[in-house]
Structure formats: structure tokens, C-alpha cells
């Protein structure tokens, strides 16, 4: 088969998972009014890849001269990260901004698992690579839809894994073993798209230690299992299909659900890692250093929108000219190109894993870019609403702008900038609007680690040793320690004066 | 009658007045799902007013012992601006931190009237201000809900009222004068409240030029009269009486229509303001120097519920000891005590108007606040929202919790500390959502006058001779220029050394 | 005597003191290049004190009509906070913004033992309020400059006293006892105006738990006491009388001395702390809420400067008009009319503390008028420079400008606008040249609390239970906790609806 | 000669240039105490070349395989970006953080009109590229020290050249011209190492309207030429060779002189724009590309010693594990390597220029880049002065250090962490006072283009039609306007759903 079409995938789906949404269990996940919605940002992976334009950006061929999705291949320089990259931006800036397509997240995965399963196999003499690549070639050739359930439900955030009460379960774990497979239970929070996945990579989202061993675990399952249950969150009360009042959250489901594990077996072959507490942390910081950087692809194109709305507003308002909002939307402009220039920077200084030989973004700058946007995004958020004006949260509905009895008033007095339909000024403020949500805000702050997570990686990351040698040169401090980049550099001044 | 029942006030809103809203005209505002969730702000004040454990707070009697509302007296002192600021924070403390009570804005377009009118009597020898006075018998007479209508609808920001395109309406004008009145057409934008009032007063939103003659215009309205309709805002999308969900939004409805005039005739004896263009500034100067400081005053009572969600997020996710955490929590603090003290500082520093002894709040420290609270506002969120996890937006509904076939998973999985129950976890988490949405933001960036107004408020109030003179002081500048609270000084150092 | 003159003040520092500044033993105070400059602050208290004109603003009088300074009088109420902090703004208007007067630091230090004594007399049966009102009087009698010692050098930040290695002096402390006294050992840190003053209170820094028992001592002593050192700090750098080019440093030298007892003795009677331990923690709280509002104070004279130098370079670089330097000019308004708006509401809403009946600045605000300074000034420090411009930092010497082979150079090239004398452009750049000095931005943040100090306060003052309170009633949360602000109110919303 | 040894570089400065500093004119430049610390850095360029272990880096050979200084070659692609990205970095890394070597400006402007001269000879019809050529041709035989002149003093900032009063001399103009060649007066700010150079590029530094045509003007100059005077900045006031108490400001001397130009005569062939006012834009445009990037090069090696200053006093201070001081570091670090991602992405997704071929940075990034560190530099500041607490500038002079009275006190008590030296803790201290400085912000802000020059950047760079297109496709807006971004993709969602 190698590439889906879009009706076989949503073919695909229909498999009686166990999906909960407003109280009600779902019998067709492609008919629900919601999770359709976000079907329609994962099917444009197959959409895309049906077009033959699109083809050399999308597709590669394997020894066979079979086409096979190009996310599968592992990536083995910058280009092919950068390649990886357009397309996270296609898909996105087709979808609205939106990190669409059927396997987002769970390629980045997926590459944390071929790098670490290498590292791991090396050094403790495991043998799960093969099984990664033994998956690998399953997803090359049935193309599937891939999610990847990380954040577990956690309970008290102060204690670890093994240390909650009163019950074990708020991290996934082993709860029994046998030759053919384990058993797990426990439960994951916010797996996007899982109700619309076909394979689910479940991957420990903390380090652990040797008391957590139990909970050390990783595997892929697939969302009809027996013992498997998700319940999709809270949609935004938004009217079905009313894109003039709701253009963008009208579009917008991520169907990022809680996955309940109760008492999951998962065959031998499926598993990755099983009780290798030390290699639970090297698999969160691998799936953070490529999901960062997707995150930071996608994010582009949302920015696109929102400085264009900042941008239209001011010219639709008459302010284009206006000194303080020309500062404004410089500072925009900043901000949305500095979160380009960094994404790309993460690729473009790509690190190479040794044992795998796979290409993985730079840490500290795939850090640095998520950093960048989600610490900056509430001050973009700030500027954009002082820009739009009070009438974002004011403007009458799209029923008494279609109503012929109150129309004309809403075009009469709604109007901006001589000759911009009042319309096109009404459908540019509820597009504000609909930006400057919680659930904008939230995913910035929280998807893909939270601003804590991207500063405890600068503290690991720095290289604290060189930053204090060249520190102590300058203060004439002797006490022995070196570092490469400093050490070998001649005494200034170099000069002796006579 | 001087203190409506709520009953009274209700019944009193069945007038005939033309609203719309949501693509339908509204035939009670009183039973309407929507105006009613804002009625039920707006009948606070008539509520707390039959209960005679506030009345020493809220009522004054006047020469005949008859009470009346004491928010229709005008300002003397400092006591009386603390007093008023008390009203507004009972009432924003009850109604969940929003600005409710049927009198809010108008009662600061009141005093704004009072004291101008006086003035411009005074320099221009018009007799506007025995007109205010009646106006404020018939308020302690009939306690009605007094709205305040101040913002045009602009059309193109860049452009003057007098010079806008295509048509002379995007300021609220008037079109014909005979000797029993004025007519005017125009229209006000986000008018809040202003469906369930009982009188409007409008108001000049700007300074104006001698051109912009015909734009100088105040005067007060019946919401019923003739040629007036309202159409009331698109709100929040939430379903009605879903509390749970939608803990705050669910109850927040300002019914900030848009007003439009269409020839609507205002009897001489209403009317405050007609052509003298020179006062149109004031007007709007100094209704905002009482409304920054109501503004101010209710934030407060928000800024509790906001502190207080994150502080609750922070002990049911088990992070109350975590350093970083009591961080954001000491800065959330921080931003609403400041908040809480400037409000006061700008009543207890506050100025008298000379002509009307009319005392105002301190016009620097008013815009001081407003500033404060709106500058930061959406770094509050970042931290609220950074604390609270990203669980704020993939919280399952209510209807699953409510679901006895899934009650128990959330139960087990979305528990926090020990002991906190989920139920209390998942209230926060909706709490939090809420706090967040866009309403929130744009009313505490725009409402009360942008950023923008407040930093040429800052410009325009700024002492800038006395901060001058200071630098020059030091600087050995010598031009001959002087400032009282510098030039009176002992040249330093004072000490000459042999 | 009760008022000191200039000279007898000055005679009075001639004691014999053991002074070390850049490597040499001082001689004479009074008389030494760097010294001066910081007496000729410390003198102003004496020189205005001579001035009638001034008499009903510095002085009190006692019971026998006697004349005393009115700052060593405990404030009753708001209207002595006020006062004091008038006094303390003349003080800094007069001497270039910097915190002038000979008793500056140390009444806060007086303040806060009399606070405390007399709490902890109660609670303890020790007596040492007595003794607190017997140096009182002395004060008043002898109007001695008054300095006071509380940061020690304190070692390892993460140890706590009594842990230090390899010593156990980096926190003042007994190190042995008799009838008739202490004796102490140790040092204090960048102790302000010591080398100048009369008598020196010294006080813990910190909170103590039993094992640190030895270093819960305050007491007062003499500069000239045996076993005392002290170590003046390196002077800025600047060529002494060069006013021209350091306008603002060349009169700026604090001598915050390194303060060294080496087995000093402390008779009984100067003794105020004597190894009650859980009264240590109140000390420093007492001096911290006053002394945050004494900077407070001073801090707003210093920033009439700074916003003056950049409204000055503004004007002078022909730029007042440009609306991004307006807007700058706009925010460091702000800053400053808040910093002295949020100084006056600490005194104007003051507590009492019940068993001294002394006013006390509300803890809360003064603190957040500290952070809110502190925090913001290095934004304006930027906002100066960004005004000012390049020239700051490569501006020839005055040695060129008073050169008559260069003068009319530099006075055709540096001018600005026209008709403002190159010498007056010269003068305002060197003055914001000296306001961005390292100096400056170090007082700010560390001198009366570091930032740290400041968040840890909101939340140690926080009313947490009432933020709390407000969220879960909104919320809906009903844990059956209470707040009296909260629990009172009427069910919201009030009105039934049919 | 190709490459001149230091010896050769000293001696070509000793050719009787007129230069004053501190009211003296200067004998010999290399001799003068603070110009030769200014010639310390300028050296460093020519003692490296003499090093066979830097040839490779710093030498290119022309075709008859002479050797000459890398930095004249004209960039071809990326990678000599980067090279010469690492050239400024080895530099900047020896010489304590400073934009060091005898070329680091000239270089820029080089490039500049090599790009631009050929732009306008194609479109202009001059012959101004060959002229760069043959310059060019004479710094790869001669090896010259070059500086770029480009900032005029500028006079009243809201005039343009042609405008200011009393004189006409506040920009450098031509003032005559004749077959040989032009005459030309004015004078230049801020000249970095001008007194050093062998050659000053002199370069408009901003666009110009046709009536200042006389003021668009380039051309290269050296410094003996008749007519020419510098008038160096007024030095750091510190002790001369006293590095301990300065460690960086006792190095750092840039020699920003004032260059005045009392009618200087350039023969033809050094003239490289006459009266083009069009292209005055472009040069200084070109000019900002590349030297944006250059000082992003250097910052980073001044920001490795700022996180270094930063960790050593956390270390020292015994608070590296404590939180707050933790996520301080962690900031820091983001801000160092965010600065340096962006400076290679700037080189490696240059662009080129098409009628000269050369590669130069990318405009965008290179202005985010520079605005990156210079917005967030105060913020810096902020965070390191935190962490290294009030001894920074209560720090006795290393004259006490070193007098053996008071040694063993400081060596006791200046203390910190267990094992880490008195001096060691001092020498840091001293080195973060020095780092605070205002020489350090004020070229952070102004060096190489203000805060307000980026923000114009981004504004003028900004394809906002895309930004626009991107969200009027979400919000439903269809006016027409295309772009090749967004308007060839799918229609979204693309699923049809029955």
C-alpha cells in the first residue's frame, strides 16, 4: 500500500475504539461534528501526497522504487531536517496555522526512539533497535497515522512516579510481564490527535529513577486495543460551522485526549523499553529535541496570521501611518522572523547522534526557539488586542450582520478606512478574537514543554565551564581549569610596551 | 420612590426599547438568556440597597430625610472617593470580579458633567450646569440605572470627526437644532450596560477642533426614545447555565452594545453640551479621570479570583513549595496589591475641582493604575497559565465528569495532591480557562481609555519643567530657568572647605 | 545641646577612628578627598537644621521646650511617615538625588527596636525596652549621626551562621559575655555613612534558628571603639572636583564601609539583642518596613533627575516632538509618579504596631514600591541611553572643551538644536553618562533589599487564604473554608429567575 | 608587503595626524597611556597573522600566491561569512569581549561599496566600482589598519542635512570640487579606532532627498590628510595599568574620536560617491547588513564573560543550587546563545547581491539579531548585578587588598564558598562592576545602529502582503491580493464531507 489515500484512512479509523466527548461515546470518529474537525488537519497528510506536485517534497522511494512517506526516513543531515521542516510549514500554513497532518507528533518519536534505542542497545546490551526498525518498516509500508502519548497525568507534581498517592497509577507502568508481552496501566494527558491516530508511540515524558523502574517503559499500541480509553477534551463552545464568527477556533480541535490504560498488553516486539530506568531521561530530551523544533515550525505559520491580523487591523482602523503602531508591528515582525530564524538555526546546526548516525536538531537552539516564542507570545498578544481596539469583544454576531433589518447599520458604522468593506474590517476582528484565546495561549506556553522545561535544559545544556574561563581570563583569575576555546588563545595584551 | 426594589428596576426595563441581538430583536431584555446574565449584574446595586446591613455604605438621606443612592452625590473629599471605591469593590466582590451595579460608568459621566458644566459656565457663560443639577434630582428621585455612552464608532482612526469618509455619522453628531431641542444620529460603540439602563448620558469620546463643531455634543436619553437601537454583542459562545464549564463566562454578559442615533431628538433641558468644542476635551478628561479609578477599583476584586486560581493550581498540582512557582506567586501578589494601593493613592492624593468643589481623583495616579494593571495584565496570564499546566485546555466536559461510565477514570486520573478531590482540581482548571479568554484581555487593555491614552495622559499631565530643572541642578546647567520645589533649595554642597 | 551645628558635627568625627581607604589609614574624616564628599551629604542634616526656615518641617520640642530633630521621635501616624519622608526628599532634592543627612539608615534601625523590644519584653519578660528609650534620649540630647550595621559578609549564601566554614565570623556574633557586657566579633558589609557617623546601631540581617543563637545580638557602639576597622570602599574612579565630566559621581561616595569588630565590647546598657534567637527575624522585618519607604523616598528625587536628563537630551537633540521618544518619555513619567505615588500610600494606609504604638509603613506596599522601582529601573536606564544616544560614551573630555585650540570646535559640532549652547548639550551627556554608572544600578537593586527580599515578602504578607476564597466561590469549589471579605457576601447572582 | 607585522602597523601610525585627547594633543599615538590600550586590540590583527597556526583562517593567497588579510576578499557565499564571523570571534574571545583588530569596521564599509558602487555604475551609468577595486586592491598589497567614518554629529535630529542651523557643517558635505578631485567639511561621532587607521572609509549614515545632495558624499581619506582632526573621547577614569580593580574597563579604550574636517581635499580616484543622492540610502543600508552581523560576532564573546562574571559570583557565593539563581543563569545563557544562533543564521541564510555577486547577510536576521541582545542587555545587567549582590561596588580598593595591614581581614572576611580564595571572589566581583558600566550599555544600544534603527528595519523589510494574505485566508477575506506563499495552496479543509 505504502501511501494512503484519504478515504483509506479514514476508513481506518472506524476499528470501535473506545472514545469518549461531552458525555457521549463516539460511534464514528469521522462523523463526529468535533472530532471531524480535526480529522480534516490529519487527513491533509494523505490529501497532500495524492498531488503530484507536491511529490518530491513528500515522498521517497525505497530500494524497491516503492514510495513511502518521506517523515519515516531517519534524518540524516540538516538538509533532511530542514526538508522536514517545509513540509511541518506546508501542512501548516495550509491548516490555519495549525500543526496538521496525521503523524505531527509522533514522528518525533519515532526518531527518539531509533537515536536511543542504538545508545541503549551499546551500552546495556539490549536488543530493542531491531524492533524499532522492524516498526519502522510496518509504518514505511502501511502508513499509518502516529501519535505519541508522553505527559502522563502526573498527581502530585512534587513527588515521583512510584512515590503518589493514593494510588500508582498517575504514570504509566508495568503492572505484569510475561514472555508474549507486558501489561500497563496508568494514564496519559493531552495525546493529540489520538482519537485519530492509527499507532500510538507511548514514551516515559520524565528521567527516572531506579524506584521508578516500573514506570521506565515505552511501546507502541494501537488505539483499538482491549483495555484502552480515551476521552476527548472540552471542544471550544464554538457554533458548528460558523466560520464568520469563529474563523479560526471554528476550525480548530485537537482532539487531545486523556488515554486511559487499564491493564493494556502489549506484545514483546512492541515495547522499547521495559524497566532501563536510565534510559528514560535520554528518551525525553531526544522527542524534545525534534519536537521543539516541529513546534517551532508550525508556530510560524500561526504567526504569520497573527501579524497579518495586527497588520490589517491597522490599515483597516486608519493607523497604518500612526508612529506607536508602526512600532508595534515592527516589534511583530521581529518577533515572528526571530522564531523563523531560530527554527531553521536548530536544523541548520544539527548535531549527529553517533551510534545512530541520525541527524537530531541542536538542543540548546531547539530550546532557544521554543523559549523564545512562547516567553515573548503574551506581549504579541498585548500588542495585537491594543491595536484591534475594544470592538473585538463587542462586535455583534454574524446573525444581525446577515439580518437585511440591522445590516445596513453594521456596514454603515462598522466601516474603517474609507473604501475596506465593513464586512472585510468585522471578519478581521473576529479573526483577533478568535487568536488571543486560552487555548492559543495555553498550547504556546505548554505544548511541546513548558517555559520551566526549556530552562532547565539551558541550565544542563550550558557549557558553564567555557562561559567561566573566559570570565576568569579577563579577571586574572588562576586556578587551573581550562577550557579548549580559551585556553590555547595567546595572553593579551600581546604587546609589550617598552 | 428614590431606591428601586429589584423588582421595580426589572419591570421598569419593559419599555419598548429596540435591541437585537444575535440576528433576533429582543423582546424583554429581562428574560433574554443573554441580557439576563447581565441584568443580574446590573440588579446587584438595587438588591444590596433593601438590605439594611449595607445601607450606611450605600445610602445617603437628603434635607426631606429621604434616602438616596450615594453614588449620585458628588465627591467632597477623599472619604467620599474611598467610599465610592468600597461600592464598586462590594459589588465586583460578589459578582466575580466584574464591574456590576446598574450605575458603574454612568455615574462617572455624572461627576464628569458636574464639574465641567460649572467651569464652562463660568468662562463661557452658558448655563449648562443648573441642567446637570436637575438632572442629578430627578437620579436621587427615580434611582435609575445610568449608563454612559462615550465612544464613537470612529470609522478611520487617522482622520478628525469633521473629515471622515464616505459619511459625516462615525461620530454621533447633531443634524437639526429647533428651540425645544437638538437631533442628533451617530453611534456609540460597546456601550456597556447600556440596553439595561434606564438613562444614557452621552458624552464627547475626544477633544474636538472648532470644525468639528456640530461633534461637540453631551446630553442624556431615555433608552425607549425614538430612533434608537441597540444592537448587543456576539456573546461569549458558552452553553447557557453551564457553570461548571464555564465557571466565569458563564456569567459574564456586558452587553456592550453598539448605540446607533438615528435622528433622535433630546429635549433642550437634557442636553449639557452643544458646539462649544473647546469643552469636549475636558468632558472626556475628566470622565476618565473618575472612571480610570472605578476601573482600578474593580480590577482589584478580579486580580483576588486570579491570584487566588493560580495559587489554588499551584496546591492542588502539589507545587506550593517549589521555588519558581512561590515565584510567578510572590509576583502575582505583588501586581494585584500595587494594583489595590494606586487605586486608593489616586483617591486618597485626590484634587478638588475649583468652580464645583467637587473632589477628583488624582489625575496622574488614576492613569498611574490604569496603566499599571493593563501594562502587566498579560504577564499575569503567562504565569497563571504557566502554573496551571496545559490540562487548562484539554480538561475534559463536564458531561463526562457528570457520566457515571467515565466519572470514575476522571476521578482516579485527574486528581492532583492527596486529598484535594479531582472534582476541586478540575473546577480550578475550568476557573483558569476562563480567566484567560480574550473578554478579559481586551476589556483590561481598552476599557477606561487604551495604553495609548494613558501614556499622553502621562506626557500631557508630566512636570516635565520640575524633572528638568532637577537635571539641570545637577548637570551645572544654567538658563535661567526655575521650579518651586528646586529652586528654593540651598546650593550643594553647602559646605565650603578651607 | 540637642542641635548640633555643622562644625561641631564635623569636630565630632575626629575621634580616632581606625579608617582604611585605598590602602591607607585616614587621618582626619573630615579632611580626606573621598570622605568629604560623603560628609558633605551627612552635613546637610546639621546645615538646614540652622535654617528657621526649615525649623517647623526638622524640629520638635519636648516637655522642657527643648529643641530636638523630629526624626528621632517615634511616628504615631500617617502624618509623621509623611513628614519624615518630606524630610528625607528634601534631603535628596538638595544633595542630587543621593539619600543625604546623618541619620538616614540608622533611624529606621531606631524605629525598628523600639517596635520590637517592646514586643519582645512582652513576650520574652526581658527588658530592653528601656534601654532602647534610654539611647533614644541620648540622641535626642547629643543629635548624633547615626549609622546602622546590618548585612553581614555572610560567606557561603547557602549556609546558615553558625554552618560557615572555615570560620565562624562571616556573621557578627558573642563570642563572649560577663556582667557588664559583650564582646563581639565579625564584620558588616557595605555599611553606608559609618566612617561618618556617631553611634553605629547594629542588627541581624536575617532570621536565626536556635543553633545560631550567638548571632541574634543587636546593639549600638561607637566608630571609635576599640577592635573596630573600618574598610572604605574603592572610590568611582573620577578626578576629584571634576564636576564638569562626573556631575553626579564626583559628589557621590556612600563609604559603605566593610565594618570589622574584632572582640569589641558592648556594655550592658547598649545591648537591644542577646541570643533570643526567634527575635531576630522581627528586626530586620521592622527595619525593612521602614527603610524600603525611607529609599523610596529618596529614590523619587533621583528620578526627577534621571526622567529630567532624558527630557533634557531630548530637547536638546531636537527631538521632543518624535512620538517614540514622547513615548518613552511617557513611560519614565510613569515610572516615577508611581514610585512616588506607591512611597506615599505606604505611610498614608500605615499600621500600628500594638504594644509600642508606633506607625509603621504597611508592609505590603512598601515593599511593593521597592520591587516596583527596583525591577523597572534598568528599563529606564535603557530609555535614557536609548534618548540620549551614542555621544554619551565617546563625548571628548571638558580638558578639550576649556582648551581654547578646540573649544569652537566642539562648539559648533556638538550642538543640537539651535539655539541650545553646545556647553549645556555637553553638560546634560555627561550626566546621563554618570546616571547609567554601575553604582547606580547596584544601590538600586541591593541597597533596602534585594528583589529576592522584596517577592519573598509578598509572599510571607500574603493574604493568601483570600485570593483563595475568591477563586473557589467563583469556582464553585466548597471545601468549607472561609475569609470574612468573602464569606459575608450575598450568593451571586441574587435574582431567581422563573 | 602584504601582511605588516606590528611593528610595521605601530610605526605607520607615527605620521603626524592631529590628535587631541584629555586637552593635549597627542605626540605619538602608540605611546599615548589610553590610545595605546585602543592599540593593544588594533595590533592583536597583525601579531596573529604572524602565527603559522592561524594562517589557514586569516590568509588567503591572490593568483601569484602573495598572502593577504582574508577580510579583503568580498564574500562569496556563506562559508566566508562564516569565516569571517570566527576571525572577528578569535578575536573578540582574546581581546576580553572587545570588537578588536585594526579592521573590524573598515571592512564593513568595504563591502559595502563594493556592492553598491556596482549597483549604481549599472544603473547610473558612473564609474565608481572600478575606483573600489583599485582601493581594494591597495589594502590586500598594503595591509592597512581601516576605519569607517559614518555617523555625522548631526545636530538638531529632526532636520535633515540641508536644513540644520546656525551652520551647515553638521553633516560632512562637499563644499568644493575640481577636476582633481573634492573638498569637504563637517565632522563625524564616534569613530571607532580612527586615530589608529591607515585608512577611514568615510560613508553617508542615512538616506538622503535630493536637496541634500551635497551631503551625499564617500570617499577614503588618511588620517595625516591636511585639514583632518580627531578629538579622542574622554577615557574610562580609572587608575592606568591598575587591572585588577578595572579588569575590563582598564583594557577597553576605543578611541571613538570625534573626526573633524575643516575643508579636506579627496583626489577623485578616493571618491566613491559625489552627489548620487539616491544611493546614500543604499550604502548605509548595505553597511548596517554587514555590520550588524560583525558586532553580533563580538557580542557573543563579551556575553561568554557576562554568563562566565554571572556563574563565578553564584559560585563563589555558594548559590548555585539555589532556584531563583538557577533560572537567572539559565536566562542568561538563552539570551548567549539565542545571540550567537542568530548571527550564523544571519550568515548562513545570506543573500547576494546580484550585480557584484557578493554574498552578504541576511538583512532581516541580522537586524533581529542585533535587536535580540541589544533590547534584552539591560535585562542582563539586571539579572547578573542580582546574583552578584551590593559588594559589588562596596568592594575596597586592591590597595587595602594588597596592603598587608588589611589583607588578613579581607582575606577573612571577603570570603565565600568554602576553598574558593578572597582574591578569587574579588577579582569577579571587580570584573561585574566593570561589565555594568556605561561605556558597555550605551554600544550595546548605539553601536552599530539604535533600537529604533532595527525597529525601521523590520518595518521596511516586512513582506507584510504576506502576513496579510496569511490571514485574510483564515478570516475569509477575499479582496484579490495574492501571494506566492499562500496563494497556490489547497483550499482548507480540503474534505468534503456528505
Avoid at 485537537?254 to 491493564?263: H, K, P, R, S, T
Amino acid at each position: 500500500m505504502a501511501i494512503k489515500t484519504p478515504e483509506q484512512y479514514l476508513e481506518s479509523l472506524r476499528d470501535g475504539r473506545v472514545v469518549w466527548l461531552q458525555g457521549k461515546r463516539v460511534e464514528d470518529v469521522t462523523r463526529h461534528p468535533h472530532l471531524r474537525t480535526c480529522a480534516e488537519g490529519c487527513v491533509m497528510d494523505y490529501f497532500f501526497r495524492q498531488d503530484p506536485k507536491y511529490r518530491s517534497l513528500l515522498l521517497e522511494q525505497d530500494e524497491k522504487g516503492e514510495f513511502y512517506d518521506f517523515v519515516f526516513k531517519p534524518a540524516e543531515n540538516a538538509e533532511d531536517l530542514l526538508r522536514r521542516r517545509e513540509i511541518i510549514q506546508l501542512m501548516a500554513r495550509t491548516c490555519f496555522g495549525m500543526p496538521a497532518g496525521a503523524k505531527f507528533t509522533g514522528i518525533d518519536a519515532l526518531h527518539s526512539l531509533t537515536a536511543v534505542c542504538r545508545r541503549m542497545d551499546e551500552e546495556l546490551g539490549t536488543s530493542y533497535a531491531p524492533r524499532v526498525e522492524a516498526f519502522r518498516e510496518i509504518c514505511k509500508q502501511n502508513d499509518p497515522a502516529v501519535a505519541v502519548a508522553m505527559t502522563d497525568v502526573k498527581g502530585d507534581r512534587s513527588l515521583r512516579p512510584s512515590k503518589q498517592k493514593p494510588h500508582q497509577d498517575y504514570y504509566v507502568r508495568i503492572v505484569d510481564e510475561t514472555k508474549e508481552g507486558i501489561v500497563v496501566s496508568g494514564a496519559k494527558a493531552h495525546i493529540s490527535l489520538s482519537p485519530l491516530c492509527n499507532e500510538m508511540i507511548v514514551l516515559n515524558c520524565r528521567a527516572m529513577k531506579e524506584d521508578d523502574k516500573d514506570y521506565a517503559v515505552a511501546f507502541v499500541v494501537q488505539p483499538s486495543t482491549k483495555g484502552l480509553t480515551f476521552i476527548a477534551p472540552q471542544p471550544e463552545p464554538v457554533e458548528e460551522g460558523n466560520y464568520f464568527d469563529y474563523p479560526l477556533t471554528g476550525h480548530r480541535y485537537g482532539a487531545d485526549a486523556l488515554v486511559i490504560f487499564d491493564n493494556v498488553f502489549v506484545p514483546m516486539d512492541r515495547v522499547f523499553l521495559k524497566g532501563e530506568w536510565q534510559f528514560a531521561g535520554p528518551f525525553a530530551y531526544m522527542f524534545a529535541n525534534f519536537h521543539r523544533v516541529s513546534a517551532d515550525a508550525y508556530k510560524v505559520a500561526e504567526l504569520d496570521i497573527m501579524v497579518g491580523a495586527a497588520a490589517l487591523m491597522a490599515e483597516y482602523n486608519g493607523l497604518e501611518k500612526v508612529p506607536h503602531v508602526q512600532d508595534k508591528l515592527s516589534w511583530l515582525v521581529w518577533y515572528a522572523e526571530t522564531t523563523e530564524a531560530l527554527g531553521r538555526a536548530a536544523c541548520q546546526n544539527c548535531l549527529t547522534d553517533l551510534p545512530s548516525g541520525m541527524a537530531y536538531p541542536n538542543p540548546m537552539i531547539s530550546n532557544a526557539a521554543k523559549f523564545f516564542y512562547a516567553d515573548n507570545f503574551h506581549q504579541a498578544l498585548k500588542l495585537i488586542l491594543d491595536i484591534a481596539g475594544g470592538i473585538t469583544v463587542t462586535i455583534p454576531s454574524s446573525k444581525d450582520y446577515f439580518n437585511p433589518e440591522t445590516r445596513h447599520l453594521l456596514d454603515k458604522y462598522l466601516g474603517g478606512k474609507e473604501g475596506v468593506p465593513a464586512e472585510h474590517r468585522i471578519r478581521a476582528i473576529n479573526l483577533v478574537r478568535d487568536i488571543a484565546g486560552t487555548a492559543h495561549q495555553v498550547t504556546t506556553i505548554h505544548a511541546e514543554g513548558s517555559l520551566s522545561a526549556q530552562r532547565l535544559s539551558f541550565f544542563t545544556l550550558a557549557d558553564f565551564d567555557r562561559y567561566k574561563v573566559a570570565a576568569k581570563r579577563v579577571a586574572g583569575i588562576e586556578d587551573g581549569k581550562e577550557h579548549p576555546l580559551y585556553s590555547s588563545l595567546p595572553k593579551f595584551p600581546a604587546l609589550t610596551w617598552d
